[in-house]
């Protein structure tokens, strides 16, 4: 089965869940990838698994920006000039899937509408893989707006959610599927680690992902005594407005125990040893990091929405009572750091071993890849009967 995929080539969830998806795809199953990368940075996470890739520089399907008065002044031009350059990535990137032949087409992601043009024009099946609130999440405006965009998922018909929330917030239908990432290969056993004085906030550096609430929180229970230390991961660029106001708090209100880690290689290791990783996001779609630190045998303390309500539905469900920590208010977030540090080792040792049982059996790669597989095969087979 040869697939062409489009996807952003970046470092974030959405290129990462792909590359775990391929990663069992192209060693269990008949599956022979190419990947369109919209950046170069994801190329080498590709090649070491074995996937072909290549490196164009595609128009996402989102509105240009408005945040400005030059913003504004130049709408229309930057407006039409997407548009024409949206219609040359489908006319390039056909040529290279002519050479290709692919059996089907999938998009990584909601924000870009190349794959669904080219497959219109190939006449051959596309799945959009959905991994994003657009507006909610990310503040991304599609092109048309989001009852445009949900029509173009009805009429593309093969989508696949990677949350049931997305899926209704969507709209999706039959055959429309929901599948959940995949963010580990399935463990046997990981022995728990134990807890050091620090909580972790791991992820991209940006208002949405809620960092500016938790610092604020931090403070707050500094001041209350807490003693924990606080370590940010997170790829980091002095040039960044948010990234500098960040550096900023943490100096002006002597923050001597929050430390800016930047970009690291040893996530799971720092996360397995923390006292709890914070998922703070305003609107996480998925909630990768809550699961990864889930598979890490760690504590989480996440806000009450999304794709993080979500995944401690799943674990309150499974445990049959509540055990998640998760908040609404700023004064919440401070309340469960406390209750965290205060924690006894019998009850976290009870909560973390939940929490394992439960990412092997929902959100390992095998699983993932096994559902998406077979996904594939009935959107060929459903396609061809046309």
Not at 29 to 57: H, M, N, T, W
Not at 125 to 137: A, F, M, N, S
Not at 165 to 177: D, R, S, T, W
């Amino acid at each position: 089965m040869k697939i062409l995929y489009i996807a952003l080539g970046g470092r974030g969830g959405s290129d990462k869940a792909l590359v775990d998806l391929l990663s069992i795809l192209v060693t269990q199953y008949d599956i022979e990838p190419l990947v369109i990368c919209g950046r170069q940075e994801l190329r080498s996470a590709l090649e070491k698994i074995g996937v072909q890739s290549l490196f164009y520089d595609f128009e996402w399907a989102l509105c240009p920006p408005t945040q400005t008065l030059k913003d504004k002044i130049l709408y229309l031009p930057r407006y039409i000039k997407q548009i024409f350059k949206r219609k040359k990535d489908v006319v390039t990137i056909a040529q290279v899937a002519k050479k290709f032949v692919p059996d089907l087409i999938s998009t990584n992601v909601g924000v870009v509408n190349l794959g669904y043009s080219l497959s219109k024009q190939m006449g051959i099946p596309h799945v959009w893989h959905i991994r994003e609130y657009q507006l909610l999440d990310h503040d991304m405006h599609y092109v048309g707006g989001i009852k445009h965009f949900k029509r173009l998922l009805e009429k593309n018909k093969f989508n696949i959610a990677i949350t049931k929330g997305l899926y209704e917030y969507f709209e999706m239908q039959n055959p429309a599927v929901h599948i959940y990432d995949g963010v580990r290969n399935h463990r046997t056993q990981v022995s728990s680690q134990p807890p050091q004085n620090y909580f972790i906030f791991a992820g991209f550096l940006y208002k949405g992902k809620g960092l500016d609430e938790l610092l604020s929180a931090y403070k707050a229970y500094c001041d209350s005594g807490g003693g924990c230390e606080f370590y940010i991961l997170g790829s980091w660029n002095r040039e960044n407005q948010f990234h500098r106001w960040i550096q900023q708090y943490i100096s002006d209100n002597g923050l001597k125990k929050a430390r800016l880690l930047g970009f690291r290689n040893d996530v799971d290791e720092l996360m397995s040893r923390s006292l709890a990783v914070i998922v703070p996001s305003r609107f996480e779609a998925f909630g990768r990091v809550t699961c990864e630190a889930m598979y890490n045998k760690t504590l989480v303390i996440g806000k009450n929405t999304a794709g993080t309500k979500e995944q401690f539905d799943n674990l309150d469900d499974y445990a049959g009572k509540r055990i998640s920590f998760r908040y609404q208010t700023e004064k919440e977030l401070v309340d469960k750091m406390f209750e965290v540090e205060k924690i006894s080792p019998e009850l976290r040792s009870e909560i973390i071993e939940k929490q394992f049982e439960l990412v092997n059996e929902l959100y390992s790669n095998e699983n993932s890849a096994s559902k998406v597989y077979n996904y594939y095969k009935a959107v060929i087979k459903s396609y061809n009967l046309k």
